[in-house]
């Protein structure tokens, strides 16, 4: 019984070990701030934020993701707020229809500056359906520089 104790501690010592490895492995790497804007996209939105966090953790970047529902008609806000249930997953902003370019806006200015490389993708009426998959990859290849 001892000798299994033993081994459980040696394995958790060697994933504290190899956790600190990963992320001194990841501190020189740049930090991305996604943002992204959104409007009535309850077919896709939460294929798109899954493909997103999916291609995250398969790459191991630093990302984080902000959205901004701009106004949608739809269930796409509720959607987006079961994504931060139970673990906040994005920051979520909700922007009343009309009001997009009010101050609403401006007060994102000081929440978007930082150390980070922010990349914006408006979402607004381009992609509906299955079409979001691959503009999406393609996106992620082309904007996640390391």
Known sequence: MALVVWYIVIFFLFMVMFWNFISLARVGKV??????????QEEAIEGILRAILWWRSLKGCWLELVVIDCGSQDNTYRILERFNFPYPICTVHYIPRGKEEEEDLVGFQNYLQGPYKLLTWDLRDRLSGRLWFRQI??????????
Not at 31 to 40: A, F, G, I, P, S
């Open 31 to 40: 930090k991305h701030r996604l943002l992204l804007l959104v409007q009535d």
């Open 137 to 146: 990859s393609t996106w992620l290849e082309k904007d996640m520089v390391f």
